[in-house]
């Protein structure tokens, strides 16, 4: 099956040369240059991964990032000029798996986008994991299978990369792991990344098991050292 990649791009120049890259490496690439237009493509269509800038006309990147998001968990690449920390913890907020800035190689690019699309495949589940396997603890109910998460009862609706990072922690309770860990585990990239990616998931987790998010019973802080789901 080809993968389909959609670039959601204003500057025109770059927009054709990520094309070329990705086509080189045997990618079917969709092009538009304005938010409104990423948008009806995106939601109308199957892509296997999305490439959003930020600055757009029309619907801003954020924009499109969130409401794409909230309809599908197709892996989304944000790619912007904006290299503040703020801008890209509010792009992990929206639900972006990745940030790059510009400038960057269309390689890394091309790499990175291998990167996601592999670890998408994996994490939903087309390589592997135990069919029955189910983790019960304390009115969490996670089905591994099924990919689904039920909270005192109630069945509660979690992104792929938040599944993954939840079924990871509670596959080892009481063990810490570093954010370089989490974000090495889970994203599939070595710890020189953007790990502020692991700081927001963590906290939108929180706010969707927990009691009290302010003072988690199951995933808490070690300071200094990282995260641990405890039992």
Same mark, same amino acid.
């Given at each position: 099956?080809?993968?389909?990649?959609?670039?959601?791009?204003?500057?025109?120049?770059?927009?054709?040369? =990520?094309?070329?890259?990705?086509?080189?490496?045997?990618?079917?690439?969709?092009?538009?240059?304005?938010?409104?237009?990423?948008?009806?493509?995106?939601? *109308?269509?199957?892509?296997?991964?999305?490439?959003?800038?930020?600055?757009?006309?029309?619907?801003?990147?954020?924009?499109?990032?969130?409401?794409?998001?909230?309809?599908?968990?197709?892996?989304?690449?944000?790619?912007?000029?904006?290299?503040? =920390?703020?801008?890209?913890?509010?792009?992990?907020?929206?639900?972006?798996?990745?940030?790059?800035?510009?400038?960057?190689?269309?390689?890394?690019?091309?790499?990175?986008?291998?990167?996601?699309?592999?670890?998408?495949?994996?994490?939903?589940?087309?390589?592997?994991?135990?069919?029955?396997?189910?983790?019960?603890?304390?009115?969490?109910?996670?089905?591994?299978?099924?990919?689904?998460?039920?909270?005192? *009862?109630?069945?509660?609706?979690?992104?792929?990369?938040?599944?993954?990072?939840?079924?990871?922690?509670?596959?080892?309770?009481?063990?810490?792991?570093?954010?370089?860990?989490?974000?090495?585990?889970?994203?599939?990239?070595?710890?020189?990344?953007?790990?502020?990616?692991?700081?927001?998931?963590?906290?939108?987790?929180?706010?969707?098991?927990?009691?009290?998010?302010? *003072?988690?019973?199951?995933?808490?802080?070690?300071?200094?050292?990282?995260?641990?789901?405890?039992?």
């Amino acid at each position: 099956m080809t993968t389909r990649i959609l670039i959601i791009e204003d500057e025109i120049t770059i927009a054709q040369l =990520e094309r070329d890259y990705f086509e080189l490496n045997g990618y079917l690439v969709d092009l538009c240059h304005t938010g409104n237009e990423g948008l009806r493509l995106a939601m *109308n269509n199957d892509y296997n991964l999305i490439i959003i800038d930020l600055q757009l006309p029309g619907i801003g990147g954020y924009d499109v990032c969130r409401q794409i998001r909230q309809a599908k968990e197709v892996p989304i690449l944000i790619v912007s000029a904006k290299k503040e =920390e703020i801008d890209k913890i509010r792009a992990f907020h929206l639900g972006a798996d990745d940030y790059i800035t510009k400038p960057f190689s269309p390689g890394e690019l091309v790499a990175r986008a291998k990167a996601h699309l592999a670890r998408y495949e994996r994490l939903t589940g087309k390589t592997g994991t135990d069919p029955r396997s189910e983790i019960r603890l304390r009115g969490l109910v996670i089905d591994k299978a099924a990919r689904r998460v039920h909270v005192r *009862n109630q069945e509660v609706i979690f992104t792929t990369r938040e599944f993954s990072l939840l079924e990871f922690l509670a596959s080892h309770p009481n063990r810490v792991f570093s954010k370089n860990e989490l974000f090495e585990r889970i994203w599939g990239m070595d710890s020189s990344g953007d790990i502020a990616t692991v700081t927001v998931h963590v906290r939108r987790l929180r706010e969707k098991i927990e009691v009290d998010p302010s *003072n988690p019973q199951y995933i808490e802080t070690v300071w200094g050292a990282g995260y641990r789901f405890s039992v």
